[in-house]
């Protein structure tokens, strides 16, 4: 893959690169489902997130619900498939955001990474960890870094042998490593969380 080569300058990645797979971006058409899909999953495994946005997708038939579908679903149906009261409005929400302004990859395509975060984050229950999930993995956008994500903190503690003691410090010290890996960040994460995935991290 193209990205390889220039991660490879740094050695602590390129330990990693070497014996890991190739990884792919892929672009989504379905921004808004896809949002939707983050809120349901937050602070959930895999597993059980899974099951949730099946048991979304049985509301209407198996198939992608639009906008106005979900808009139209009442509080306590989409309560019933295992939301809390907060996801279920934050589900809402993006519904009714996407009918009133617009999420299509379209429109989001026009914007620089943090216009887009900038945009995404004006809906409640958007933050912008959120947002830079979109961008990478709904967008397919190759450089953003997602400093608050605690699996690359954590990898990163581990593989840099970085003191996560002073907050501030380390935050400064990954964004200071994270730099040389432009315009290929977004690999770099990825392989990162691949990386702790498989030593078990915590």
Known sequence: ???????????????????????????????????????????????????????????????????????????????SIGLSAAKTSYVLNVAAFAMEQGITSRKLNQMDDEEVIAYLTQIKGVGRWTAEMLLMFALGREDVFSADDLGIQTAMRHLYTLDNTDKKDFRRQILSISQKWAPYRSYACMHLWAWKDVKGER
């Open 1 to 79: 893959m193209h990205y390889v080569a220039h991660l490879c300058n740094d050695k602590q990645l390129k330990s990693l690169l070497q014996w890991q797979k190739p990884l792919q971006l892929k672009k989504r058409r379905d921004i808004y489902l896809y949002l939707c899909a983050s809120i349901m999953s937050q602070q959930l495994s895999v597993k059980v997130a899974d099951i949730i946005y099946k048991r979304f997708l049985n509301l209407y038939g198996g198939a992608r619900p639009s906008t106005l579908q979900i808009s139209q679903t009442p509080f306590e149906v989409l309560r």
